[in-house]
C-alpha cells in the first residue's frame, strides 16, 4: 500500500514529515528555555525562578477555585485578576490586560505594536525571546549594542526621523544582565518615540527596579509588562499582564479575542488575585532574594569572579581564568544547575538565579572545589 502511494508523484517529498509544514515554519527559530530536569533534589538555578513557594494564600485560593465551577469556562476577561492588579498599582482595571504568562502577553503585544515594516529597536543582549516572537510575527529588527559596561544607552534608540523605527522594546532590570534604568531614562526614551510602542518588560522589577507604570498616564505609548512568575513565585501558574492607556490595551484585546478566548483559567485567576492580596509574604520572599543577591555577589567576587551590580533576581558573572560552557557543565554534573547562553558577548558568562541561602551556599562550595588550583 505505501509503496503504491509514493509513487505518485505529488510533488513533494511525501516521507519528510515538513512536507505537512506552513512555508512559515521552516525558517522559524523557537526559543529554548532553561532545562526543567525531573531529577530530584537538583540545586536549581538556572531558569530565575523564585527558590520561595508563593503565599499559602494563593495555594488556598487555588484548592477551593478546584472545588467550584471546573467544569465552566473561566471569565474571558480575567476580570478579578485585572482588579487586583489594579488596585495593586492604583489605576483602573481597564489600563490591564492579563494573559497566559508575560510570555504571551510580549507575543500579543509585538503582534499589536510592532508590524511596521520598520525595525524594532531592542539590545543586543535582551532577553532572546524577543528575536523569536520577531521571527514569528515576520517583524523586522535592529539589535542596538549594550555599552562595553553591558549598560543600555538610551540615546542609542533616538532617530532623525522617529517613523523609521517600529517601535522599542527593552527589558528593565534587563536579562541576562540585571542591569537596570533609572525612569528618567525611561522618559528619555518614551519623548524620543513619539509616534511608536515603547514595551518595558518589567519581569524582574521587583528585586530592585522602578516600575515604569506611574508613567502611563503621561505617556500614550507605554505599555509595561510584568509577570507573577518572579517576585511573587508563580512561575507554575502562567499569570502575566500589561499595562498601558485604553488604547492599547483595547489593541491586546482585539489580538486575544481573535487568539483564545480563556487564556487565564479558573485556578490562575484564584491564584492571582489571592497573591495580590498577600503583601506580607511578597515583601518578605522578595527581600530575602535580594539579601542572598548581595551575599552571593561577594563570595563570588571573593573567588575571582566579575559580577554585573543586578536589580533582578539573578546575577550574570565572569570569571576571567575559566572557560563558562565547561564550568556550566561541571557545576552540572554536581547537582547545580545555572544557565549558559551560546550567544555573542555573553558566552563566557553565566546567568546565575538567586537561590534559598542554602542552594547559594552550595554554588559557592562547588565553585571554590571546582577553582582551587
Ligand atoms: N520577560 C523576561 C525578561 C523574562 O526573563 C521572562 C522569563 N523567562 C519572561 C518575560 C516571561 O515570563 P513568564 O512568561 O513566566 O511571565
Redesign the pocket.
Given at each position: 500500500m505505501g509503496r503504491a502511494v509514493s509513487a505518485i508523484n505529488y510533488g513533494f517529498d511525501v516521507n519528510s514529515e515538513e512536507s505537512f509544514w506552513s512555508p512559515a515554519i521552516r525558517g522559524l527559530v523557537p526559543y529554548v528555555?532553561g532545562e526543567q530536569p525531573r531529577i530530584a533534589d537538583l540545586v536549581k538555578l538556572n531558569?530565575?525562578e523564585n527558590p520561595y513557594p508563593p503565599s499559602p494564600r494563593v495555594v488556598q485560593a487555588i484548592a477551593t477555585a478546584a472545588q467550584h465551577g471546573l467544569q465552566l469556562y473561566p471569565d474571558p476577561q480575567a476580570t478579578a485578576a485585572r482588579e487586583a492588579v489594579a488596585a495593586y498599582h492604583g489605576i483602573a482595571a481597564e489600563q490591564v490586560f492579563a494573559g497566559n504568562?508575560?510570555?504571551?502577553v510580549?507575543a500579543h503585544a509585538f503582534f499589536a505594536f510592532f508590524r511596521h515594516g520598520r525595525p524594532l529597536l531592542m539590545p543586543d543582549v535582551t532577553?532572546s525571546?524577543y528575536v523569536v516572537y520577531c521571527g514569528l510575527y515576520g517583524i523586522a529588527f535592529e539589535a542596538v549594542p549594550l555599552d562595553a559596561q553591558m549598560q543600555i544607552r538610551v540615546a542609542d534608540y533616538a532617530r532623525a526621523d522617529p517613523l523609521e523605527v517600529g517601535g522599542v522594546v527593552i527589558?528593565n532590570p534587563n536579562?541576562p544582565t540585571g542591569c537596570a534604568l533609572p525612569l528618567a531614562a525611561i522618559e528619555q526614551l518614551l519623548q524620543s518615540q513619539p509616534r511608536r510602542v515603547v514595551l518595558v518588560?518589567e519581569?524582574?522589577v521587583d528585586f530592585g527596579g522602578d516600575s515604569a507604570i506611574g508613567l502611563i498616564a503621561r505617556y500614550p505609548n507605554l505599555l509595561v509588562?510584568q509577570?507573577?512568575?518572579k517576585a511573587r513565585s508563580l512561575?507554575g501558574l502562567?499569570?502575566?499582564f500589561a499595562v498601558g492607556q485604553r488604547h492599547l490595551i483595547e489593541a491586546l484585546e482585539r489580538v486575544k479575542d481573535s487568539f483564545n478566548s480563556y487564556p487565564l483559567d479558573r485556578l490562575a485567576l484564584a491564584g492571582a488575585v489571592a497573591a495580590y492580596q498577600d503583601r506580607d509574604h511578597f515583601e518578605q520572599t522578595r527581600a530575602a532574594v535580594m539579601h542572598s543577591r548581595e551575599g552571593l555577589t561577594l563570595a563570588l567576587e571573593d573567588l575571582g569572579f566579575e559580577v554585573l551590580p543586578s536589580s533582578a533576581n539573578f546575577i550574570l558573572v565572569h570569571h576571567p581564568g575559566r572557560d563558562a560552557a565547561q564550568l556550566a557543565q561541571a557545576l552540572r554534573e554536581r547537582g547545580i544547575l545555572v544557565r549558559h547562553f551560546k550567544l555573542p558577548r555573553v558566552a563566557q558568562h553565566l546567568r546565575i538565579s538567586i537561590g534559598t541561602p542554602q542552594q547559594c551556599d552550595a554554588l559557592v562550595r562547588a565553585l571554590g572545589e571546582l577553582l582551587a588550583p
Open positions: 528555555p531558569t530565575n504568562g508575560s510570555d504571551e510580549l532577553y525571546f527589558a536579562a518588560d519581569a524582574y509588562v509577570t507573577l512568575s512561575a502562567r499569570v502575566g
